[in-house]
């Protein structure tokens, strides 16, 4: 069974960074586009980053642009999140997930993380 386990969240000030990595297993990795989604309390699940699994674009939602970074290693078989400058808005449950195709769309996605906090104070 494909296994996505989350780490690195955690409780920073504002300002502050923190990485997020993913493990992959019983998946073949390099043939899916690796992204992570985040949901706040009351809220929907929501795109953040992602990144192909060929030749490496990323994509991000406009408000993390230029400070979270999106990476992915595929002979460890992990993706990971970069995160700068923390805003008290970025708290939430952040999700790694696994697709075949770039989407921005939960329902596009085949496997999904347990999930990790994140929480920002100001």
């Known amino acids: 069974q494909v296994q996505l386990v989350e780490s690195g969240g955690g409780l920073v000030q504002a300002g502050g960074s923190l990485r997020l990595s993913c493990a992959a297993s019983?998946?073949?990795?390099?043939?899916?586009?690796m992204s992570w989604f985040r949901q706040a309390p009351g809220k929907e699940r929501e795109f953040v980053a992602a990144?192909?699994?060929?030749?490496?674009?990323?994509y991000y939602t406009d408000s993390v642009k230029g400070r979270f970074t999106i990476s992915r290693d595929n002979a460890k078989n992990r993706v990971y999140l970069q995160m700068n400058r923390l805003k008290p808005e970025d708290t939430a449950v952040y999700y790694c997930?696994?697709?075949?195709?770039?989407?921005?769309?939960?329902?596009?996605?085949?496997?999904w993380g347990q999930g990790t906090q994140v929480t920002v104070s100001s």
């Open positions: 990144i192909t699994w060929s030749d490496l674009n990323t």
């Open positions: 997930a696994a697709g075949r195709l770039m989407s921005r769309t939960t329902r596009d996605y085949d496997y």
């Open positions: 019983r998946l073949t990795f390099s043939s899916y586009v």
